[in-house]
């Protein structure tokens, strides 16, 4: 199997080698400068007003999370998440996957989240805006809303904060869609940020960077789908617990 895994190994690498070879004259042009760079930031501006220009809007995404071992090997942990918001006060998230299976439910007065493998959910009053909701959530009860980054209204300072460097990597495609790659430093966190090109600057995918734990591991959300026309009927953002779900308390950060 060792052996096996080596020329398999091999084999990856000679062909990444073989790309970055061929790739070595345009990735020698950008190469990465010192400083912010206006059009990184002018991309990843117009992707944070746009979202928060739509009332409503759900999006599907497939998220990757790297757990560092004590021997310093990388586990990979997979879910899917698909969350729904309308503006101002409106959000219900699912995630399914290794780790977790919960729905996150706010309706503008209360904040719920169910765990779907325990049976048990948990309740709580919450501001009556959804940065309000998120900060609360962040701050009080240690949960953070999957892509919640991205639902404020100044998403962009948020995501600004801190950084130092920034650059335009160049052209890719995610999911069949042709974006701008784009690479922002902060001091222990590095974030790349995929939008999609023309009208509709939507972000189609984001890998965060932790450079200050051992490894560096990361955490990379990748966007299936988007609705900008999404249909939300009356219990879309509302919560009755099913027969037999007990109700807890979360726990104090």
Not at 12 to 27: E, K, P, Y
Not at 149 to 161: G, P, Q, R, S, T
Not at 201 to 208: F, K, Q
Request: with cysteine; hydrophobic share 40%.
């Amino acid at each position: 199997m060792q052996s096996s895994l080596r020329r398999s190994l091999a084999a990856t690498l000679a062909q990444c080698i073989a790309v970055v070879v061929l790739g070595a004259g345009s990735l020698a042009a950008q190469a990465q400068p010192d400083g912010l760079d206006p059009e990184a930031q002018r991309i990843l501006k117009s992707a944070t007003d746009f979202l928060a220009r739509q009332q409503r809007f759900s999006v599907d995404t497939r998220n990757t999370l790297e757990v560092v071992l004590k021997s310093g090997q990388k586990v990979e942990f997979n879910h899917t998440a698909r969350q729904s918001v309308q503006r101002p006060n409106k959000l219900r998230s699912e995630r399914t996957g290794d780790l977790v299976e919960q729905q996150f439910v706010y309706d503008g007065r209360s904040l719920t989240l169910r765990n779907l493998k325990s049976d048990v959910y948990a309740q709580v009053s919450a501001p009556d805006t959804l940065e309000g909701m998120l900060d609360f959530a962040r701050e009080s009860l240690d949960i953070v809303a999957p892509a919640g980054d991205l639902v404020y209204a100044n998403a962009y300072d948020i995501l600004m904060d801190g950084v130092t460097q920034s650059f335009v990597v160049g052209k890719s495609v995610i999911e069949g869609v042709r974006c701008d790659q784009l690479a922002f430093r902060a001091p222990h966190v590095d974030l790349q940020v995929w939008v999609q090109e023309g009208p509709r600057p939507l972000v189609r995918r984001y890998v965060i960077t932790t450079r200050d734990l051992p490894n560096a591991p990361q955490f990379a959300v990748t966007v299936t789908k988007w609705d900008l026309q999404p249909k939300f009927g009356p219990q879309t953002f509302s919560f009755v617990p099913p027969s037999g779900h007990k109700k807890v308390e979360f726990l104090a950060r």
